[in-house]
């Protein structure tokens, strides 16, 4: 199940934008993404949980599943 996701308008310098979406090339990312892990980044430097509401599980592989075919 996906998280549900909000909104967020903001208003910033244009060399800011310029700058973030230059890191955001950088990184093969998204701007939003940018924003979201910068974010996350400085909140654990903080010492700030952002809590999850799905942890992430590894998929699980049937005891009888056939091998795909190549």
């Known amino acids: ?3 549900k996701v909000e909104y ?3 208003r910033i310098l244009p060399s ?3 700058a973030l979406r230059t890191l955001a090339s950088r990184d093969h ?3 939003a993404n940018m924003v979201e892990i910068l974010v996350r980044e400085r909140c654990r430097d903080a010492g700030i949980t952002i809590p999850e509401d799905e942890p992430k599980q ?3 592989v049937k005891p ?3 091998p795909g075919r190549a």
């Open 1 to 3: 199940m996906r998280q």
């Open 8 to 10: 967020l308008n903001l």
């Open 16 to 18: 800011i934008k310029e």
């Open 29 to 31: 990312r998204s701007i």
């Open 58 to 60: 590894k998929k699980q």
């Open 64 to 66: 009888n599943a056939k």
